[in-house]
Structure formats: structure tokens, C-alpha cells
């Protein structure tokens, strides 16, 4: 039987779902997100997503899931299987984590990982702002988190494959969108080469392993095996799960993980 996949547009959506929830589930609980993402549902319709991105047919026999996407199933029935989480006790195990400013039990922004030198930080800080920038996109003003936290990135991909989806389904009737669409997915290629896939397994693994089979270990895991699938969808190395964290300094940078009310969202600039 012949494998079945998901059309482009439908692809682009089910990925977008699947950055949504990483976006959210790595800011501060609160019931509105839990409820945005389906927390108290067993993350059905990210659970969807995540299957429509697999390969299917009408006999397992004949199924094929190529190596990097192999962790998916396994990451998407975790997910699936965890008991709803209580605000109250979920909260108190992301600041546990996570920590109120830059450099908790584990560091959540990108630049803090690397090379020690004096010129690494500022640099990707300027080409992470960059790329949103080139969407009119920029952190909100009254946002306390850095651009480079992880659900910020998340975020942005988020963005980068809903503006794919939409740009797919206009091609046929607008062949003039196409320079933007190649635009976009260079985008988002490029922004997995140079930043979420550069550390985000070593976040993700972090996270794995400081939380085992708790819910932001359920998260971590997730977004290790996503990012290893992206990384291979769009041709690029990931990078490596041991990343080390920059020596700690003193440092005035406003607090990385945001009130509990709000962390961070982009937004059109006017």
C-alpha cells in the first residue's frame, strides 16, 4: 500500500499546533493556557497534529517512520497519558525549574548558552530580533522575557508555518506569493539551523532529565523529538544535547521568565 501523507497546508497547521503548545506549555501556568492547549482534554488536538505529521497506511505492515521521526509516537503518548495538571502545583514546579531570573535550575534563553566570550551574546541576541523584525514582529514592550527565550522561539515558528499554511493555499489562485512563501520557509530553515535547533535539545534534554515523568518532562521530551523531525525535514544539523551553559556572571538583564501572568507574545508592529 502506498503511504500516506498529510497535504502541505494541512502539514504546515499541524506544526504550527505542535509550536503552540511548546510556546505556551514553556511559559508560567496559569488555567487559561492549560486550557488554550488542552491540558485538561489529554492534548487531543495537539495529539492529532502529531499524528497527521507521520506517515500512514492501511496496514501497519506497510507503515514506514523514517529514524528521525521515530520519537514522535512515543513523545505524542506521553503527552497523551498525563494526568491534568492543578495550577497551583504546576506552578510551583515551573519556577522550581525555570527560576524567576535568567539562570534557574535550567537556563530557558538561547544565548546563555555557548561560547564564553564577549562578543557571542549580544551578536545572536541581534540576529534572533533580526529575524523577527523581518516579519514586523517584535516582543512586547511591557514583556519582561528576553527574544531568545524558548518560548519566544517556539513562538516565531509558530508564526513562520501558520503564514506557510496560508501562503500554500493561495498559491494556485496567486502564483505571485510564491517569492514570499520561498521567503518564509527560508525563514524558518534558517532560524532552526542558527537557533531552536542549535539549543534546543540541549534544553530539551535538560528539562527531560530534571523532570522525569512529570509534565515538563513530558514537554521536553516532545520538543527533543520535534526538533530532531525538523531539524531533518528541512536539511539541517541539530545541535548537540550537551550545549553547555555559559559560565554565570552577574547580570542586570530583566527577569527571562516573565510574570505569571504574562511571559511573552509577539505581535504585529503597528
Avoid at 69 to 78: E, F, T
Avoid at 99 to 120: M, Q, S, V
Wanted: hydrophobic letters at 45%; a negative charge; glycine letters at 8%.
Amino acid at each position: 500500500m502506498a503511504i500516506l501523507l498529510p497535504s502541505a497546508v494541512d502539514a504546515a497547521l499541524a506544526r504550527a499546533v505542535v509550536y503552540r503548545l511548546l510556546s505556551i506549555g514553556f511559559q508560567p501556568p496559569t488555567r487559561a493556557r492549560l486550557d488554550e492547549i488542552g491540558a485538561r482534554d489529554r492534548f487531543r488536538v495537539v495529539t492529532a497534529a502529531l499524528e497527521h505529521l507521520l506517515p500512514s497506511s492501511e496496514t501497519s505492515a506497510s507503515a514506514s517512520v523514517s529514524a528521525d521521526q521515530s520519537g514522535l509516537p512515543s513523545a505524542a503518548a506521553r503527552l497523551a497519558s498525563l494526568t491534568p495538571p492543578e495550577v497551583d502545583a504546576l506552578s510551583g514546579r515551573y519556577w522550581h525549574l525555570f527560576g524567576h531570573t535568567t539562570r534557574g535550575l535550567i537556563c530557558a534563553c538561547e544565548t546563555e548558552y555557548g561560547p564564553d566570550n564577549g562578543f557571542h551574546q549580544p551578536q545572536q541576541l541581534a540576529d534572533i530580533s533580526g529575524f523577527y523584525l523581518a516579519f514586523g514582529l517584535r516582543p512586547m514592550i511591557a514583556g519582561e522575557a528576553r527574544s531568545d527565550h524558548i518560548a519566544c522561539e517556539c513562538e516565531f515558528m509558530d508564526f513562520l508555518n501558520r503564514k506557510q499554511a496560508h501562503l500554500l493555499d493561495r498559491l494556485d489562485a496567486d502564483p505571485d506569493v510564491r517569492e514570499t512563501l520561498e521567503v518564509t520557509e527560508l525563514a524558518g530553515r534558517s532560524f532552526l539551523r542558527d537557533h531552536l535547533g542549535r539549543f534546543g535539545r540541549a534544553f530539551a534534554a535538560r528539562v527531560a532529565a530534571e523532570d522525569g515523568d512529570g509534565y515538563f518532562g513530558a514537554l521536553g521530551r516532545l520538543l527533543l523529538a520535534f526538533v530532531d523531525a525538523e531539524c531533518a525535514r528541512v536539511g539541517v544539523e541539530a545541535g548537540p544535547v550537551d550545549l553547555i551553559v555559559r559560565p554565570e556572571e552577574i547580570d542586570e538583564t530583566p527577569m527571562a521568565c516573565g510574570s505569571a501572568d504574562e511571559l511573552i507574545q509577539i505581535q504585529r508592529r503597528p
